[in-house]
């Protein structure tokens, strides 16, 4: 029996993308396509002028199409594969359902991308929410959308620890390039918090240089550092004792569930599906409350069951098999 073709579709290529590649690789002939936007229409009008003739002259050799995140560079696809009776699926991150107007953030936040989102949701065949929030959000915008929470997925294997005791350092990671991507991560929170446990290192990796002003003053034991290799990544993982999670507007952080694997005990904000990630096996928070953070940091540094707990939560849901089974199903299942 012939594999089937897909056309993979991404602007960034990480971690959870990479996953996502790996586990349709299993099953099906998957050809990679970047949508490279740079700032401004002009730059973005080049980049979907390339994408509509990579899709004149390709389109047909694929029988689904697989699609990260609705934006700029999802309507053109779907709209193809509409016309040619093509399978499309767009999986939805968080950004592409949110409007954090305040921040400007979100694909709603501004009327350009928010008319090509909201087409690409009218025309796709499923959506694939990673996080059940996200889906409520999605049916706000379009109520007839069919759409499945289906969360990322990690593999295991790539993620091991064995320190138990750790030194009193607490990380989080964002790719963090302006002051819009600091808030909503909630960088600033992550400072205060480190203002509120001076006996513990904060790690924030991911920050370029030109956002670190707006740390300033920067708290003595906050280090910023800028992105890291894979392997060094691990490392932080490793040898840090907690994972923070502060954001205002979060899908399902994948960093997170790399780190509690890795034996972090993870606390965070109770946005998208942080909370449900975390479970019991850390804190979330409804409101912005530092001192109650500060006070469970303390208490559970040394709570060494934390650790086994939190890697056994996300090998028990968000294992890549679960994700494997349920994309061959649906593929398998669309009218042709």
Partial sequence: MQKQSILFVYVNYSSFVKTDFEILSTFAEVTKYQFKPGKGIFSTGIELLKELLFLIFNGYKFDSVFIWFGDYHSLLPVLFA?????????????YDVSTLSEYKYGAFSNPIRAFFTRNTFKYVDICFPVAEALRKKLLLINPKTKAETLATSVYPEKFNFSDYERPKRIITISSTENLQRLMVKGLDRFRELAIYLPEFEFVIIGASDTVKTYFEPVPINL??????????????????????QLSRSEGLPNALCEAMLCGCIPVGTNVGDIQITIGDAGMTIEDWKPEVLAEYIRLNHNNIQLRDRARDRIITHYNPDKRIRRFKQLMDIMPE
Wanted: net charge positive.
């Fill in 223 to 244: 280090i910023l550092l800028p992105p890291q290799r894979f392997v060094r990544l691990i490392q932080y993982y490793q040898s840090a004792s907690f994972y923070a």
């Fill in 82 to 94: 509409k016309i040619f009776h093509k399978k499309t699926f767009v999986v939805i991150g968080g």
